[in-house]
């Protein structure tokens, strides 16, 4: 295979803000198929990004199968991530799913036996695992810069940015709030720079303090209170099985000028590293304490795009073509579901959770 036809499930804002732009970037990459329950949006997204013979289907099924077709790529509400995945990878088709996973650890589950039964690629688009940030400190973990890595923070606040469009605020259809929108993507590179995938207890908390309220100075415009039916923010400690201490701290809206989106924090045994305000590692050298900047640029591959959209696409299709393995596996992004999972069930019974 020489080239990867693409077809798109779902044609809203993350599809046209990121799969779409990337992958037409990519020459080994066609875009041969679209479905979405706005065929507007659809015809839009062929027209723009689309091969000059892509089709526009009125059902996922017949998409799924189209035999030009040799990926998917599904950008569609939570609740659907796993059927429509499932399909796929029964119908022959390697998937590129939008994070969370799926809106449950259950649907995460059937989407990681099939993929494994299947032989079928899965992945899930945690795109910040691709900037030159992430990249420079998951490299320094591997290379045991920081020593062991046994406290981890991983950040997801915004102080006035609920997202007012879609099903966002929707629980039924979404499973939950910033905690599985935003606080997802934190959570994986906390796992990922730790490369940790064996929790043990969680112990989460989440509220609705301003939910109720409103809030004109939101940066999508005011919320309606009463179609805000997810958590505004959620918190957790999670221990896992080897002693480690992840913290996960995420909100849409908060009284806060300490705001950090898809960032870490670690503390190490030789050294510490955070992502505020750019990259820094810390530590004692030579009886001295030292603080040390990151000056990043292209420096793993001149060759790659620095965008971290551009460079997930440019992996996950490279992936495709030379049979490996994607560098988000659906394993991984299992054991993120099933934390998420139990922050929820830790915040509503009111008592911490243990794994098996």
């Known amino acids: 295979m020489s080239q990867v036809h693409v077809g798109m499930i779902g044609c809203g804002g993350i599809a046209f803000g990121k799969h779409l732009p990337s992958l037409a970037k990519i020459p080994e990459a066609k875009i041969t198929a679209f479905f979405d329950v706005s065929q507007e949006r659809a015809h839009d997204a062929k027209n723009k990004f689309g091969t000059p013979d892509a089709r526009v289907y009125d059902n996922v099924q017949a998409l799924l ?22 399909a796929a990878m029964e119908a022959g088709k390697h998937v590129l799913c939008e994070k969370p996973m799926a809106k449950t ?22 795109q910040n695992r691709y900037r030159a940030d992430s990249r420079w400190l998951y490299a320094a973990c591997r290379g ?5 890595v046994y406290l981890a923070k991983a950040h997801a606040v915004r102080r006035r940015a609920v997202p007012t469009w879609g099903v966002f605020l929707d629980l039924e259809k979404q499973g939950g709030g910033p905690l599985i929108d935003i606080g997802t993507h934190a959570l994986d590179l906390a796992l990922w720079m730790m490369d ?12 609705r303090k301003l939910a109720e309220q409103g809030s004109p100075a939101n940066a999508w415009g005011n919320w309606n209170p009463e179609s805000f039916t997810v958590e505004d923010s959620a918190f957790a400690m999670i221990t896992m099985k080897n002693g480690a201490t992840v913290w996960v701290e995420s909100s849409w809206a908060l ?10 924090t670690l503390h190490g045994s030789k050294a510490g590293a955070d992502m505020k305000g750019g990259l820094r590692v810390n530590g004692e050298e030579h009886g001295q304490l030292y603080t040390k900047e990151i000056l ?14 551009e460079r997930e696409a440019r992996a996950w299709i490279d992936a495709i ?6 560098v988000v596996t659906a394993r991984q992004g299992y054991v993120v579901q099933q934390i998420l999972e139990a922050i929820y069930e830790s915040a509503n019974k009111g008592q911490a959770v243990s794994f098996a």
């Open 296 to 309: 990043l640029g292209n420096q793993f591959d001149p060759s790659m795009p620095n965008d971290s959209a």
């Open 255 to 264: 009284n806060t000028l300490d705001v950090d989106e898809a960032k870490v």
């Open 144 to 148: 045991g810069e920081l020593g062991e």
């Open 65 to 86: 199968h189209d035999p030009d077709v040799h990926v998917v790529h599904v950008c569609t509400p939570n609740d659907t991530h796993a059927e429509i995945s499932i």
């Open 321 to 326: 073509l030379s049979d490996q393995a994607p």
């Open 105 to 126: 650890s259950a649907d995460a589950q059937r989407m990681l036996e099939v993929s494994e039964r299947t032989g079928r690629k899965l992945s899930i688009a945690y």
């Open 196 to 207: 940790n995938y064996e929790p043990k207890t969680v112990l989460g908390t989440t509220y």
